[in-house]
Structures are given as structure tokens and as C-alpha cells.
């Protein structure tokens, strides 16, 4: 079975912090994707990865940024938090073309 | 236009009935659809991929596919409470992205 973990699934910070969510999967997949989930707007995509190093932009990317260092961890990193970044964020990951998604728990992120 | 619709719900049910649950997409050319199940406060999970037109079963859930009219249901039969969920439907719109309807929530009533 894919594994993917969330390093926290509660967080709670305040406004202006630097925060970092974690993500690792142990399928060797070559996509990982962050994602934010809000009541009444569905999952949007923040970033995805297709490979060690490369990065694309979601749908909305404003005020994060990712890192992919190794294949197997890929980092969603708020760079100055605010409170409208409170939400769920879901990481995932796919293998080749047309796989699915496989999901992490999620972190339930509070931006005090 | 929305690139996958979901019928809105809530949907409501009787212990045993069947559930229905429909997504139209708008791209002609994705090739690999998915239903996910989520509960309340927890993430997605996978419960069913199909990537040919038809039907395609897997235990008390059936999937059918029918590219030529963009459409992908997915049935539940003799539905059980813990069916309780909000079933999310995705479609490929590239070689690594996958978008999401906005999913319809199921509620089996005992």
C-alpha cells in the first residue's frame, strides 16, 4: 500500500512565522502534489512536483513555496503566515502517467 | 465551465438502497477517472479507478464510464451508514494533474 505521511496533523502558529508542512511518501513516485481544502471551495491545488528539483505552480500559489530536495519528501513552506492560510492542507503523491492520487492524513493548519 | 461537475446533494438514503451518485467532465481527451471517498475530517481515499468505457465493479461498488458523453457514475449498492461521506470524483486533465469536482455528500439513513 502507498504511504504517504504528514509530518503534523494539528498545527498551530501565528501570523508573520515562517512554517514548513512535511510530506514523505515510500512509493517511489515521481509526482507529489500540495493541496489546500476549504469548506465550500473544494481542494485547490497550491504546488506539484514531477521530479527531484522541479516545481509548478497550482492554482493558488500566492504565498507559498515548495522544495523538493529528494525524491521521496516535498515541502510546503508558508513564507510569512496569515490568517486567511488557515485551513487543511493535503499532500499527495502518483506514480507514472495517470495514476492516481494518493492522499496523506492532512495537516489542520491554525494561523493565529 | 467547470472542467468536472458533481451533482450537488446532499444526497439522503435508506440503509440498503442504492446511492447514485453522477460527474460530468469537460475535457475530451482524459483518459483515467477516480472516485474518492472522504469522511468527515479526514483526507481522500481512493475507492475506485477506471480508465475504459463500461462498468466496472468492485464489491458493493460499481463505476461506469462514458467518454463519449464526458459522464462517470458511481453506484453503491445496499448502502450501509458507513457510506456516510462526501464522494469526491476526479479526472486526469494531464499526465500529472488531476481535477476534482467539488464532490456530493452521501448520508445513509439506519
Known amino acids: 500500500d502507498v504511504k504517504v505521511t504528514q509530518s503534523s496533523r494539528y498545527l498551530v502558529k501565528r501570523t508573520g512565522e515562517k512554517v514548513f508542512l512535511e510530506c514523505v511518501q515510500d512509493m517511489d513516485h515521481e509526482n507529489m502534489f500540495w493541496y489546500r481544502q476549504d469548506p465550500g471551495l473544494g481542494l485547490r491545488l497550491i504546488y506539484f512536483?514531477?521530479?527531484?528539483?522541479?516545481?509548478e505552480k497550482g492554482d493558488i500559489p500566492e504565498g507559498y513555496s515548495v522544495s523538493r530536495e529528494k525524491k521521496e519528501r516535498f515541502s510546503l513552506i508558508l513564507e510569512s503566515a496569515s490568517t486567511n492560510q488557515t485551513s487543511m492542507y493535503l499532500c499527495a503523491s502518483s506514480g507514472t502517467v495517470n495514476q492516481p492520487q494518493h492522499f496523506g492524513d492532512g495537516t489542520r493548519l491554525s494561523i493565529l | 465551465q467547470k472542467e468536472v461537475e458533481q451533482n450537488s446533494g446532499p444526497l439522503s438514503v435508506p440503509e440498503g438502497a442504492i446511492a447514485s451518485l453522477n460527474c460530468t467532465y469537460s475535457d475530451r481527451g482524459s483518459q483515467s477517472f477516480f472516485w474518492y471517498r472522504q469522511y468527515s475530517g479526514k483526507s481522500p481515499e481512493l475507492i475506485m479507478s477506471i480508465y475504459s468505457n463500461g462498468d466496472k465493479e468492485d464489491g458493493r461498488f460499481t463505476a461506469q464510464l462514458n467518454k463519449a458523453s464526458q459522464y462517470v457514475s458511481l453506484l453503491i449498492r445496499d448502502s450501509q451508514p458507513s457510506d456516510s461521506a462526501t464522494y469526491l470524483c476526479?479526472?486526469?486533465?494531464?499526465?500529472?494533474?488531476?481535477?476534482f469536482g467539488a464532490g456530493t455528500t452521501v448520508t445513509v439513513r439506519a
Open positions: 476526479a479526472v486526469n486533465i494531464n499526465d500529472y494533474k488531476l481535477s
Open positions: 512536483s514531477y521530479d527531484v528539483k522541479m516545481k
